[in-house]
Each structure stands twice: as C-alpha cells, then as structure tokens.
C-alpha cells in the first residue's frame, strides 16, 4: 500500500485499478487510455484518503463510533455522521498528500493559459458491487476556482463516505466498512465551444454502417433537450466521409459564465447560424471518436461529446458520456432485405433481380 | 438554395441547332447512316447524351470507325448474346461532328422471357471466368500479332521475275485491298472481343453495387468501388514500368545522361555509353514490348500518340521520376497500403452484415471482385495496344496515297471514310495497273483541304451535352454506370448556365480527401508540361498514360466521367482526392486560381481568382 500514489492523471498512461482509483476515475483513465478522451484532470486516489484517514487517527474512531450505532436511531446516526465528516473536513491532511495533490493540481493548470474552473467529484470504490448502488450519494461539485476550492471539496467528497444515507445503506445491508475507501475526481469544467451527440448508427432506420452527428454551438443542454435545432450529418462509418449533411437553425447557445460559474443563454448571430458548427476536420474526429467507443463497449453508443476552447485544434475533442444506444439494440442490426436466399456462390436470380429492379421469385 | 422551377426543360432539338459557320455540308462528312437522317420524326424526340467521355472532339471522316465498332459491339453483346433483361444497345448518331447516343429500353412485357436465356448465358461466363479470360487474352493477342503483320507497301515498277515463272498472275495489287479489308476486319474482331466481358463486369459490380445500397442506404459509392477493385492492374503497368526503369536509373548512377530526352537517340546513345548503361537499356527495350503500346489520348483518334512511336514521352516521365527519386519522394505506388486499406474496409462492412446476409454479401462482392477488374485491364489491350497498332498501319497505307501523290501528309487520309478509302485504294491500283494518271491526285488535295475546313469550323462549337427532353427518370443501369447519366446529372446539366456562378462546382465524390490548391487547367495531353508540383489538375478527362503527372498533383477535377473513369480510379489509388464528371470544370476555373477540392462531397470552390 505504502508505495502507491496519491495522485494518478488520467492521461498518464498508468493502468487503471479499481482498488486505487474508484469507478469513476477507473473509468476516466480506461476512456482516455482506448482514445475517447475525457475532460483532462487527475484523480486523488484512495491511497491518499487512506493515508489521510490512518494520519488523522480517524480509522479506530470512526468504527468504534458505528460499532454501537443503531439504525433505526436516525437522531443518533445523523449526529455520528455529522461528527464524522466534520472531522474529515478538519483534520490536517498529512504533508506527503498535500502536496502530492497541489503538486498536480499545478501541473494541471499549467496546461492552460488561465487558470480553468474544474469540477470535483467522488469515485467511490464500492459503486459497483452489484444491488449495492450508491446512485445520487456521490457529490459532484463544480465550477471550481483555485486551489483552496478544490482541496476543500476533495474533503467534502471524502466525507460524502459519512453521510447518514451512506451509514444507514451499509449498516442494512450488512456492507463492512472496513476497507472503504474514495478516490477524487479532480476534473477540468467543459468550455464547449461546440457540442453535441454522435450515434453510431442511423437512428432513423437502424442502418449501423452510419454513424449520426447532432452538433450546435455551445454546452448540449440545448441540444439534448431539443431547445435549438442542431446542424445534422450522417457519415458513412467505414469511410468516415459524410453521406448526408442539413445545416439546423441553431439560433441560441448556452456559453459559461465563469464569474458567475453557471451557464448563460446568448443568441447567435445569424452568419454563424448559416455554416455548419463543425470543420470538416472536426467532423471526422467526432465520428472517428464515437466509432471507437463502439468498438471500446462493443455495441452501438449515443456518444455525447464536446469541443473545448481551452484545448487546442486536434486534442479538443471531449467525450461527455458514451452509452449503449437503446432504440435499435434489440433489433436486428441492417435493414436488410430477409427474403434474399442465402445461395452459396452467386446467385444468378439475384443479379437478375438488381438488373430488372424485382425481387427474385 | 431555392429551387425555382421543377417544369422539366429540355435541352435542344438536333434540328434546332445552328451550324457552326464554315461547316455547312458537314453531315456528308460522315456515312449517311451514322447523321440523322429522320429529323422530322423519332430522333428530334428521342432523348440523346452526347458522348463527350470517349469522343470529347468531332470526328475526322475516318475516326468514325471506332465509334461505330465500340457502340455496335456494346449492343451485340446486352441484345444478342447476353439478353440482358432490361437493356438492349445504345443506339448512336453523329450531330455536327459529335457522337450523341440513345439507349435502347426492352419493352417491359419482353423482360421475363429473356431471363432464363440471360441466366443461363451469363451464368456459364461467371462460372468459368477464368478460363474463358484466358482464351480471351490468346485470341485478343493473335488478333494484334495478325494485324502487325499486315503491310502496306507501294506497288513495284514490275511484277517480280519469279511471279511471271510460277505463274503468280497477281500484280499485288490485290495484297493492298486484302491488307486493308484484313485490318479493318481484325479491328473489328477485337472490337468484338473487347466487350466479351465489359458488359458482365458491368453486371457483376452493378449487382453488387445494388446490394450494397440495399443493406447499406447511402453507402458511398467509393466504398462499394475499393471492395471490388483490384490493385495490381494490367492498367498501371505501363507507369509502373518508367517508375522501375526510372529506380534503375538511379540505382546505376545514370541520372546526368537524361538532361535532354527530347533527343530520344541520342539519349539512349549516352545512357547506353556509360558503365552499367546496356544493363539499362536492356531493361528499356524489354519494356517496349508490349508497355509502350500506349496512347497518351484514348485510342479514338488518328492524332493519338503512343509511347512507342514518340519516345521522348516515356524518357520525360522516366526523367521526372528520376529527379523525384533525388529528391527523397517515393515514386512507387504504396501497394501494401492500399491492400490493406481495402481489406480494412472489406472487413468492417463485413462486420456490419448479418449473418444470413454475409454470404450472399461475400458472394456478390466475390464475383465482382473477380468479373471487375476486367473492367479496367481491357483498356491496355483494345484501346491501347490494338487501337495503337491499328493506326500505325493506317499511317503506312496513308503514306503509300501520299507517296502516289494522293495528298500530301499520310494523316490526309483520315479525312476520307473507310469506304472512300477503299475506293481509293482502287484507284491507285488502277492507274498503276493501266500506266496512266489516278484520279484521286486531281481531287482529294483539295477535297480534303474543304473537310479540313469543315472539322475546323465544327471543333469551334462544344458539343451540347444533351438532345431533346429526357425522361423523368433515369434507370437504365449501363447508362448510369458507365456514363455517369443519372437523374441528377441531367437536372445539373438543365441548370446548366447557374453552375459555377457562385464559384462553386459540383461532381461526384470519386476520391476522398479534402485539400487546397492552386489549379491547373489541361485541354490536352500536350499541355501537360505546364502542370506543377502540387497543382491541382482541372481536366475534360483524363487518359491512363496521364500516369505520371498524378505523382505531382493534389487532387483532380473533371469535366467527364464517373466513379469508375480513369482519373477516379488513378486518384484512389494515389490517395488523391477527385471530383469527376462536373460538365464545366475546365471551363469555369482557370489556371492560377486557388481551388479547394472536397472528394468526400464532390464540391469544388473557387477560393481566389
């Protein structure tokens, strides 16, 4: 345990564990290591919060404390939990993390101009074990600004371990705390200059040799919730050229507001509505990204994904979040023709069937 | 981005068009069965294309013959042998010097009944394709061996001595009229030949082509073309073969003897002086025979240069390539690359199919791969070797009328029909024979100084691209395959005159690859010289002796064609990016100006005039 990190970037090249990184950074580092690269950041592992929680002495007391704890007491567990997390959030943390964490929290700022906002978010260990789901305990903060911030938050997700819900879920499930740990996602905020989704496959017919691109300018939101209308391609998969392209209205887009660290509404102007949001360049790497994670998860994804001003042309391209595509998955892939007759060789009827435009008797 | 009007236009009626001035009388140019001869009737409604891909010039009298062989012989084989359901011929017409063709439908109610014939035909060719290509390559070679032999030499002062003691009774004048009947025919049999395959190679890709779009909807067109289309081809070996020559140039040091390869002779005298210089041009002389048997037009015209009879073309390239060798470029074709990128693209289509589709998927892109290629290797042999030998042996008789006084060049001749050219040869012999003058020197010279002018005036004129009103739809399969005459096609030639105006022209997508350039516009193979590194080439069409020039290029942009004409097919295999078949290219950009050229979309931009 002694000679793990305390810090691991996602794009380090390191291999992702489990054990050391949580779910999520897990996840991070895996996306980023298979091509689909994240928002850059780094991850403070769980041997920093184990080095912490051994420091601080907190190991023994906070079992003594739960060891007596009676569920169905929920006064005495929101005031166990509330004494937990105060003590997380005050101890001091150990030199040898500290600056292990600034050291990369520097390192990463130094990638930009200016200093970016960054969110902070928890990945927890335990989010996988199955029935054992840990869904909406998991704090995310975000638009982060400056160190202080950030390593307030990186005890705030520390805490969220403690948080009664979390107490309670593991004491009724009989989950032992022993070996509980929580890695920190420490996470550059997306500055979409434009965003989108991209389906790897023809969502209007299934067709899984396209892959479709939805794109406009800005944060998705608008995207996804249907508010602006985006510009529309289909590409061929193979050849990754565009087969089909409509330019969408794209009136609006919602920008960053970093003093206000939230996300303003603003109009485009209409030279920039009439142009699609995306190069061509950026078109082929949108749909180069979405087709590998295809080949990453091993079926059709609905890819959202983004392009950040802060980065620069050729490393921009963000990936938001893959999932399965759901519409289609439980059909059969192409929109084939089923009554074709599976001839071994050519089949004569086949070809004079193209030639006379008629399906072979 | 409006569409004004969906009226369907028309384009001219034959009949409406004027006659370019100097060129009235032009329709006697031409055997009265290739001009319209109906005018008040079908053929001022029939819908006619103009075939400017294979005869982008007008006719000399004489170059009819390839027109009329090529297109007879692409009838015989969808109408008689192959009785391909949908499709008989294309029936074709000269109009003010240009071919205009129209193709012939088979009445709905007659398909089915050709079905089982076409199968059964059809069938026994796709079964044993290999074998019967390889008789195909003997018969067509015999046929080229026999035409070589064919002389045509003036007649002597006297019948030989030995002719008078074997009882010869034959003046040799009759070897002239045999020789002449014997090449025409010849030539005519390997016209037959030529479309043996073409028409299945055709059928093969269409059917794959049409399965492709079925399981995927708006496949491009270039995938389904790089599944089927072989790498190492009979085509590219003639370039491939200066590419060699031009390595071993190198290799020996030879470099310094190619300073001026315009002087063939002597720059085969200094390569030949200099140590490892016979290993060189033994080398060359092996590769004459037969890679030089290689037109740097299309076969179609009497003008046509070929390789082996202009030298100095072959030891340019070799010179180009061999100072880009020096400087570091890497001359070869990346085969490999493009082996694999095809296997890439083969094998993840393949992925996408399902499982009961993959084998009637493999079978279909089997069959096509096999039948295909056939497609583009023909062209070495007919239109290359076949059509250059033909022409050589129709400059020597030529010289022989010249050398009797009958016109002044040997090239004259091709302003006379063959028809007329067999009378000719009549009346040469003839007043041989009786001792006294031929006619033919009182009244060719200035007959063909008239038909002399006559093409000028025509040549003035461009073609129309089109006759009369098409039909809404276009879905004869060949028209489309091999003209590129889709629907759409005829709608952007309607729209004609709006095209380019917004300094934007559109083509298909024959190539992918997006770049920028500065464009260089070629009418013909003798500009070719002008093209620089890096240029982008704007053409009518391009030639496969081209060859060389698209190791400089960046992209390629033509007026003709589509995605299986010549510059497409050069372009995906130099990983160019191309945009073919955009009727005004070459008209609307000029050299000098910056282009951008996008293969992935068809569209041209002009960026900066």
Known sequence: MDNKPYVQFFDS????????????????????????????????????????????????????????????????????????????????????????????????????????????????????????????????????????SVLK????????????????????????????????????????????????????????????????????????????????????????????????AKHAELVPDFGEGRLVEREVPPERRVVCSLSADEVTEVASMAKRAEK????????????????????????????PETVHSGKAAPPAKSATPTTPGFSMAGITATLTNRKPS | MTVTSSAMKSFPKPSALTVPPGAEGWEKLYPYNLVFQNLSGAEDEKFWFCDSQHWPTVFKPFETIGGEFAVKCLGQYNTRHLLIPP?????????????????????????????????????????????????????????????????????????????????????GSEKLMENYDRLIQLLYQNWQYHFEFLNLG??????????????????????????????????????????KLASLA????????????????????????????????????????????????????????????????????????????DEGHQIMRPVDELVAERDRVIAEYRELVDGDNLALFDAKRGLAATAYPYVENHNFYIEHWTMGVFWRKVRALGQVFADAGFWPHRDDMLYLTRGEVRDAIFDLVTGWAVGSEATGPHYWPAEIDRRRGIVEALSSARPQPALNTPPAEITEPFTMMLYGITTEQVQQWLAGDESGADGVITGMAASPGVVEGIARVVHSADQLGEVQEGDILVATITAPSWGPIFGKIKATVTDIGGMMSHAAIVCREYGLPAVTGTGSGSTTIKSGQLVRVDGNTGRVEILKG
């Open chain 1, 13 to 148: 090249g390191s291999a992702s564990e489990h054990d050391l990184l949580g779910g999520k950074c897990a996840s991070l580092v895996t996306m980023t290591a298979a091509g689909m690269p994240v928002p850059p950041g780094f991850a403070v592992t769980t041997a920093a919060y184990d080095a912490f929680v051994d420091a601080a002495g907190l190991r023994d007391e906070i079992s003594a404390k739960l060891g007596t704890l009676d569920p169905d007491d929920l006064v005495a567990v929101d005031s166990v939990s509330a004494g937990i997390r105060d003590a997380i959030c005050s101890r001091p943390v150990p030199d040898a993390v500290r600056s292990e964490v600034v050291a990369a929290y520097d390192a990463f700022q130094a990638r930009f101009a200016t200093e970016v906002p960054v969110a902070v978010r928890s990945s927890a260990t335990a989010e996988d074990l199955p029935g054992a789901s840990f869904a909406g305990q998991q704090d995310t903060y975000l638009w982060l600004i400056g160190l202080d």
């Open chain 1, 153 to 248: 938050h990186v005890r705030a997700c520390w805490a969220s371990l403690y948080t009664s819900r979390a107490i309670l879920y593991r004491l009724k499930n009989a989950i032992p705390d022993e070996g509980l740990s929580m890695a920190v996602a420490v996470q550059k905020m997306v500055n979409s200059r434009v965003s989108g989704v991209a389906i790897t496959m023809n969502p209007t017919n299934g067709d899984r040799s396209k892959i479709a691109i939805d794109a406009s300018y800005g944060v998705g939101e608008m995207v996804v919730s249907g508010q602006v209308t985006p510009d529309n391609l289909l590409l061929d998969k193979v050849m990754l050229t565009v087969v089909s392209q409509t330019i969408g």
């Open chain 2, 87 to 171: 499709a008989n011929g294309i029936e074709f017409k000269i109009h003010l010097g240009y071919l205009y063709m129209s193709p012939v439908p088979v009445p709905e109610a007659e398909i089915p009944a050709r079905v089982p014939e076409f199968e059964r035909r059809a069938g026994h060719y796709f079964q044993n394709w290999d074998t019967l290509l390889e008789s195909w390559r003997t018969k067509v070679r015999a046929t080229i061996d026999e035409m070589e032999a064919l002389s045509f030499d003036a007649l002597p002062e006297m019948v030989p001595f030995e002719d008078i003691v074997s009882g010869k009774a034959k003046d």
């Open chain 2, 250 to 325: 190198v290799e020996l040091g030879l470099q310094t003897a190619f300073e001026d390869t315009d002087d063939v002779a002597g720059t085969l005298e200094r390569v030949g002086a200099r140590e490892g210089g016979g290993q060189w041009v033994d080398a060359y002389t092996a590769a004459q025979d037969p890679w030089f048997n290689f037109t740097v037009g299309n076969g179609f015209y009497g003008h046509d240069k070929y390789w082996i009879e202009h030298q100095e073309l072959p030891l340019g390239y070799i010179k180009d390539y061999i100072r880009r060798i």
């Open chain 2, 202 to 243: 055709y059928v093969a890709y269409l059917d794959f082509f049409g399965y492709c779009k079925e399981l995927f909807p708006g496949i491009p067109d270039q995938s389904i073309a790089k599944m089927v289309q072989g790498v190492d081809m009979e085509l590219f070996r003639p370039d491939d073969e200066l590419k």
């Open chain 1, 296 to 323: 990453h998860y091993g079926c059709p994804q609905d890819v959202e994904w983004a392009l950040d001003s802060d980065l620069p042309a050729g490393e921009s391209l963000l990936l938001l979040q893959s999932r």
